[in-house]
């Protein structure tokens, strides 16, 4: 018999013994490293919220609404749908740069209000004003970057509707426009709380 050592087994015992080390460590060594590592993560994900899809559209259809349009009346074609799964809340933008356009005999206040609306569960109205305390004699346009943000509360599963709503609020002297020929864009998120 040989007193030469078994080198096959001497190797197979060595990693043997550095995968039964290495485990161990790791096991009781990485939650001291990384406190967190063991916890529920799906209290973070409930806490912090996960967004579960977004709905988007852009539409690029000229409109206008004058300041003699007092009944709120849907921005033609701006809307959008989303089904949510239930338990969830709806994070929506609407965004648009606006031109405001005043005739040369306009004087007084013009307000136009846009709406956001979330059919049958919540709006939100930004009202944009522009004053002349008198007529200038000119046409004169002003730009105006608009976004509204709304978000709502916890949902039940079903369809929503988002539309967006326009009118004036007051008919002073003279006229004034406010329009859209640029692209304005809706953003619906769905998101789990």
């Known amino acids: 018999m040989s007193n030469k050592p078994n080198t096959l087994g001497i190797i197979i015992a060595s990693v043997l013994i550095t995968l039964v080390a290495t485990g161990t460590g790791m096991y009781f060594g990485l939650p001291l490293l990384f406190p967190n590592l063991t916890a529920d993560l799906s209290e973070y994900d409930q806490s912090e919220g996960i967004l579960l ?13 004058s300041d003699s349009d007092l009944v709120p009346e849907i921005m033609t074609g701006t809307n959008l749908s989303i089904t949510t799964q239930g338990s ?39 009202s944009m004003l522009e004053s002349r305390m008198s007529a200038t004699g000119t046409q004169e346009q002003h730009n105006r970057f608009v976004q509204i943000t709304l978000e709502t509360t916890t949902l039940p599963a079903a369809t929503y509707s988002v539309i967006m709503y326009w009118y004036s609020t007051q008919d002073p002297t003279g006229s004034a426009y406010l329009f859209t ?10 998101i789990a709380v």
């Open 53 to 65: 899809q977004t709905q988007y559209a852009e539409f690029t259809q000229y409109l206008s609404v």
């Open 88 to 126: 969830s809340k709806l994070h929506v933008t609407f965004t648009e740069n606006f031109v405001a356009r005043f005739g040369p005999s306009f004087s007084g206040d013009a307000i136009f209000n846009v709406t956001l609306s979330i059919v049958g569960i919540q709006n939100k109205t930004l």
């Open 181 to 190: 020929y640029d692209s304005r864009a809706l953003y619906a998120q769905e």
